[in-house]
């Protein structure tokens, strides 16, 4: 079965330093991977997303995501950490059985400190 | 592309009463899924339309949950005899033949 781990519940980071979210995928195919965003009382924004063709994907808000397939990892990253990029951030892997559905991981709250 | 939108944002009721929630996806969409996210969770899955087919449902759903998407548009998720462990945020999104699903806004159900 398809599955994301996301490690780490919690990061915390000062303004202007590196983002770095962790995310490990388990597939027994090529994966298609997603990084999505989500601010309080709010839906998910897709912020990038791998489909087999670049290893590293550029997203929006300055975010990017390499994919690594003898790490099994697709770490979301970001040169220098904004106030607003304060939020919860969830990976997730699209299970291609039939039809679509994501399998997401457990979410990392990001927390940006001045 | 007006987006996703989802009625109403936000729905308290009473434990047993039934609540229905109203989907509107990315207008030439012919995808349309239902996710929930319960508080420290990442969504879940739920059930998929295809037009006006529902096609795949999770074990989640129980018999009391039932989704309907008349004429492949909108799509309607009714929750029958509500119980506290129903309080969720209701994620629903939609896609056309990509891989791609874009998310509306949620409903947060509350069930007192």
């Known amino acids: 079965a398809q599955s994301v781990t996301q490690l780490g519940s919690h990061v915390s980071v000062s303004e202007g330093a590196l983002v770095l979210l962790r995310c490990n995928y388990s597939?027994?195919?090529?994966?298609?991977l997603f990084w999505y965003v989500q601010y309080p009382n709010q839906g998910l924004q897709l912020l990038l997303k791998?489909?087999?063709?670049?290893?590293l994907v550029k997203g929006i808000n300055g975010f990017e995501a390499e994919f690594k397939k003898s790490e099994t990892s697709f770490h979301l990253t970001k040169p220098s950490a904004h106030m607003s990029d304060a939020a919860e951030y969830f990976c997730?892997?699209?299970?291609?059985?039939?039809?679509?559905?994501?399998?997401f991981g457990t979410g990392t709250r990001l927390l940006v400190s001045p | 592309d007006t987006g996703v939108s989802q009625d109403p944002r936000h729905k308290i009721t009473k434990r047993g009463q039934n609540v229905t929630f109203r989907c509107d996806p990315i207008?030439?969409?012919?995808?349309l899924y239902w996710y929930r996210q319960t508080l420290g969770q990442g969504p879940e899955f739920l059930t998929y339309?295809?037009?006006?087919?529902?096609?795949?449902k999770s074990r989640l759903l129980s018999d009391r949950f039932s989704a309907e998407r008349p004429k492949g548009s909108f799509s309607t998720l009714e929750i029958q005899r509500t119980e506290q462990g129903d309080s969720a945020m209701y994620l629903c999104?939609?896609?056309?033949?990509?891989?791609?699903?874009?998310f509306g806004p949620g409903t947060r159900l509350t069930v007192l």
């Open positions: 597939s027994s195919v090529p994966p298609y």
């Open positions: 791998y489909t087999s063709a670049a290893t």
């Open positions: 999104a939609s896609s056309q033949r990509t891989d791609t699903q874009y």
């Open positions: 207008s030439e969409h012919n995808r």
């Open positions: 339309f295809q037009n006006e087919a529902q096609l795949e």
């Open positions: 997730a892997v699209l299970v291609l059985t039939g039809f679509q559905k994501l399998v």
